[in-house]
């Protein structure tokens, strides 16, 4: 009976793929003549005012906002910029490219010792890139976000190696941004992967060091109705100078090391293991998609020593677990995402012990000799839950709670033209010392997020964000954030 049944299965899914199959040898989508045209070059300008009260604005007001909302209970934002999207993939050449400027004006932080958190005007540049793909392969110069996950990004709570938590650095990026199938696999078998080298301007504690990325990634399925893909990433923070230890190598061969993780360098720690701040992720989605929808789940993992393929190795309990739903069938709910976060384990609480080493303790977000750790302007570049040091009460700029749980939901949608966006999270924090089961604080943060396109008022939109904390970690805190936005077109051709 069980073997007639998975037979009936298999004939029933083999029924419902084969509309979808393609025998196309290597169906890259790109044609040899496309008419000449179709390109918008469009403009918009922002205006924000967060007020809220308490020391820090909430959680969700300012967290994986690429930097760009204060941490400052009062602030307010002025942007402007002009961009152009790609829009011809079917072309064998495209680009895109982005300037956008901000002016901010915020209220200081009581205690803060950080001098970026008490100037009280500021400009900056948020985008300033230009980006070409030619053929399959893209180059992409200037001030971009780095943001590489596969989930849900208005929903998720970020990444654990990029979030968009932090500022976008500058940066040189080659590579194949955006899946495309191997030659020879009709689609069915894609790939994608790039390097990346990256500045790090902040100047908190190292000066002139760099920030190496590589990634590849790959996806099994192409148009069947269920894929599967695994990523990988690796990164380090490298060069520059320090102030204890002066100028720790920036050369090529520097790079060489740090791009091979490999010994090097001029200090005997780096020389026996590997040169510069490495720290990666991997990531395995599975995800099913009809018409109309599509529900994924994954897991990602963070390491800091010692690669383990699919969470085999010591921290194999940390990482992040989700799933994901997107519809288009139903507006009033378009997307639903819950995701649950652990990094309490971190390979042990030992890193070496009666002479042995159990290469534990890993202490995410930190190093000692990149004393500011995986932060760039005092926020993590991560996921914001491993706490940025701008919330440092003692004005250290160190990362002080890397052990959390967290439960997060985030749900989206559409009600008669008003746009929604809800997040609530549960964070329970640990501190950094592993041999502890202490629970140090605790913080529950929710955000409820409206936005309204009025085309009789100029055309303007309008966006309010509720958001508060409530907990041990940072208090009871409550906010709002008002957003006034004009987006248009400037030419086409």
Known sequence: MRTKLLGILLLLSAAMSARQLSWEWWPTGIRDSVPAGGDTLRY???????????????????????G????????????????????HPERWWDYDFALQATLRLQSRIAGSAFGIQQRVAAGYLN?????????????????????????????????????GNSHPLPRITIGIDHYVPFPGCYGYF?????????????????????????????????????????EFHHAAQWGGVSPVYGDIGSGWTDFLHVLMAQGGGVMRNDQANAQGNHVGSQQLMLT??????????????????????LGLGQNRTDGLWGISLKQSRWPFIEGVTIEYINTTDQSGPWHDRDGLCYAGNDQYYQNSVFRNGWNTYYRSIGTPFITSPLYNADGTIYTLNSRVRVHHVGVRGNIYGYRYRVLVSHARNYGNDNTSRQLLSSNVAWMVEINKHVERAWGLDFGLKLAGDAGSQWGNTFGAQLTVSKRGIITQW
Request: aromatic fraction near 16%.
């Open 68 to 87: 760009d909302i204060s941490s400052s209970p009062y602030s307010g934002n002025m942007s402007a910029g002009i961009y152009k999207t790609a829009q």
């Open 44 to 66: 918009d300008g922002h205006v924000y005012a967060v007020a809220s009260r308490g020391r820090f604005a909430p959680f969700w007001l300012q967290s994986n906002t690429l």
């Open 288 to 309: 099913g998609k009809g018409r109309g929808w599509e529900v994924s789940a994954y897991w990602q993992n963070f390491f800091e020593d010692n690669f383990a393929m």
């Open 127 to 163: 985008m300033a890139y230009a980006h070409v793909r030619l053929y399959l392969f893209d180059l992409t110069v200037g001030i971009k976000p780095m943001i590489y996950e596969t989930q849900d990004t208005l929903l998720s709570a970020g990444s654990l190696l990029f979030s």
């Open 190 to 230: 894609e790939l994608k992967g790039g390097i990346t080298h990256a500045w790090l301007t902040d100047k908190v504690y190292m000066r002139g060091s760099y920030l190496h990325h590589k990634w590849a990634a790959v996806r099994f399925g192409g148009r069947l109705p269920v894929n599967i893909s695994y």
